[in-house]
């Protein structure tokens, strides 16, 4: 993973779903890593494995549009965050 490590931190709180925040570790525009605080533990578990090492533009567009319940879901409030990530 080349890049420079950059954390962002994302508050989910109100958006609908069960996570309260997302903090996303960037390498260049990799994911190094995700972890979600609150929410469905073993699921969200499965997601930080699962995007680790994948460039964010990847993960954007397998997660973005996930409905779980409010139209929005983890997944998908992580594919905003990484789409904001980027383009700050």
């Known amino acids: 993973m080349a890049g420079q490590l950059r954390q ?10 069960c996570c309260t925040t997302i903090r996303v570790t960037l390498a260049g525009e990799t994911v190094h890593s995700v972890k ?25 567009a397998l997660l973005a549009g996930i409905k779980c319940q409010k139209g929005t879901s983890c997944p998908d409030q992580l594919a905003k965050a990484l789409r904001r990530a980027l383009e700050s």
């Open 36 to 60: 979600f605080t609150k929410g469905c533990v073993g699921n969200h578990r499965g997601i930080e494995a699962l995007v680790r090492g994948r460039p964010a533009r990847e993960v954007i």
């Open 8 to 17: 962002l931190v994302f508050d989910t709180t109100g958006t609908g779903v």
